[in-house]
């Protein structure tokens, strides 16, 4: 992490790719600890809140200049002083961006003990955080009666489109919108109702036309909050997950707060980490398996190859350019 980039990060100046530095792979002392090979890295929008002056504090640490990147990730272990890891285990994490990490502090990472049949990457998206977004946060507030009305944003991303399949196997009709007919095809496909590309539909005329909307899954904030507030109905959920539309620019401000009232909305602002504890285990035991019996379909992936990738691939998740869950494959195996 190179500099605080003032606005959308910038390739190559935010984050610039380093091989300056190497390590013995026979010779590195592991203190106790494992030597991860990193395969598979994630590229997620809250990457770029992490971007940020060390002494503003968030409800996670903002990255150090001159250190590596830090997201969830896959690796394989490559030694280990640690009896509960053996070389060619594969582990889920918080890794660093370098193709070989030393970790001490191991609490945090699990062991990928049956993959199911499925990619590694699989486990940085639907079978990973945001799949465990979606999972968490929809179980947790969505209080979903069959034939109500969900309106999810970013529907085709790796969050929306889990939800989007939550929400249609509590029987509920969805809306949703994303950012180009692609991805408006692919969300019909996992069962949206209705699909529009905000970019070139409106999104208040959609919701008068087939809300009023009872559960809003908001992934963009700005505009599509907005919007979703004016065509609430009473008692409606809102699940304040992500505001990805303000997050490089001067806020938005937002119109129709007075609905909060008048219509009893409840607004539920979470980070996924405060609920993963209580469905972690539901979590594992039942997404992998619906994954590999077809009920559930995983989001469509962006791949970058290496870590030489890594500023390309930040900035077109922040604008919105990205075309399915991006990943980076660091290394094959
Ligand atoms: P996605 O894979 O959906 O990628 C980001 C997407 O955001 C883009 O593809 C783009 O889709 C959309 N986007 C980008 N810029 C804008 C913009 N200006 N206006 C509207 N949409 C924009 O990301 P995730 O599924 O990983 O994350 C979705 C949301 O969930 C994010 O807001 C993220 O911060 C949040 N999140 C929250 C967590 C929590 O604990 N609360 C945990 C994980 C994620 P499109 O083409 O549709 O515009």
């Known amino acids: 992490?190179?500099?605080?980039?003032?606005?959308?990060?910038v390739p190559g100046r935010t984050v610039v790719y380093d091989t300056s530095q190497a390590i013995d792979l026979?010779?590195?002392?592991?203190?106790?600890?494992?030597?991860?090979?990193?395969?598979?890295?994630?590229?997620?929008?809250?990457?770029?809140?992490?971007?940020?002056?060390?002494?503003?504090?968030?409800?996670?640490?903002?990255?150090?200049?001159?250190?590596?990147?830090?997201?969830f990730g896959v690796g394989v272990v490559v030694r280990s002083e640690n009896p509960a890891f053996k070389a060619g285990e594969y582990v889920y994490g918080v890794l660093p961006f370098e193709e070989y990490s030393v970790h001490t502090q191991v609490e945090d990472l699990y062991k990928i003990e049956n993959n199911h049949n499925l990619p590694l990457s699989a486990f940085?998206?639907?079978?990973?955080?945001?799949?465990?977004t979606a999972y968490c946060a929809w179980k947790e507030y969505a209080q979903a009666k069959k034939g109500e009305v969900a309106f999810i944003t970013t529907g085709a991303g790796a969050v929306g489109s889990f939800?989007?399949?939550?929400?249609?196997?509590?029987?509920?009709?969805?809306?949703a919108s994303a950012g180009?007919?692609?991805?408006?095809?692919?969300?019909?496909?996992?069962?949206?109702?209705?699909?529009?590309?905000?970019?070139?539909?409106?999104?208040?005329?959609?919701?008068?036309?087939?809300?009023p909307i009872d559960v809003y899954w908001d992934n963009v904030g700005g505009e599509a909050l907005e919007a979703a507030l004016g065509a609430a109905a009473k008692n409606a959920r809102f699940i304040e997950c992500g505001m990805i539309s303000q997050y490089n620019v001067?806020?938005?401000?937002?119109?129709n707060l007075m609905n909060i009232v008048g219509r009893e909305i409840k607004i539920y602002g979470f980070i996924m980490l405060s609920l993963l504890?209580?469905?972690?285990?539901?979590?594992?035991?039942?997404?992998?398996?619906?994954?590999?019996?077809g009920e559930l379909k995983l989001c469509k992936e962006d791949v970058s190859k290496g870590l030489e990738s890594a500023g390309e691939a930040i900035l077109a998740v922040q604008k919105g350019t990205n075309t399915g869950k991006s990943v980076i494959i660091v290394a094959d195996q």
Do not use: C, W
């Not at 992490?1 to 990060?9: L, Q, R, V």
């Not at 504890?277 to 994954?291: G, M, N, Q, S």
């Open 277 to 293: 504890p209580k469905y972690r285990d539901a979590f594992y035991a039942e997404v992998p398996a619906l994954i590999t019996s």
């Open 26 to 71: 026979e010779s590195v002392p592991l203190h106790g600890g494992i030597l991860l090979k990193t395969l598979v890295l994630s590229i997620d929008p809250y990457l770029r809140s992490r971007m940020r002056d060390m002494n503003i504090k968030s409800y996670m640490p903002a990255f150090q200049l001159g250190e590596p990147l830090q997201n």
């Open 163 to 175: 939800v989007i399949q939550l929400a249609k196997r509590d029987g509920l009709k969805v809306i």
């Open 124 to 132: 940085v998206g639907t079978v990973g955080m945001p799949g465990q």
């Open 1 to 9: 992490f190179n500099e605080i980039p003032t606005d959308y990060p």
């Open 250 to 255: 001067k806020p938005y401000p937002v119109m």
């Open 180 to 211: 180009s007919d692609e991805k408006v095809a692919f969300m019909k496909e996992i069962g949206a109702d209705v699909a529009f590309n905000y970019k070139t539909t409106n999104t208040s005329q959609v919701l008068e036309k087939e809300g």
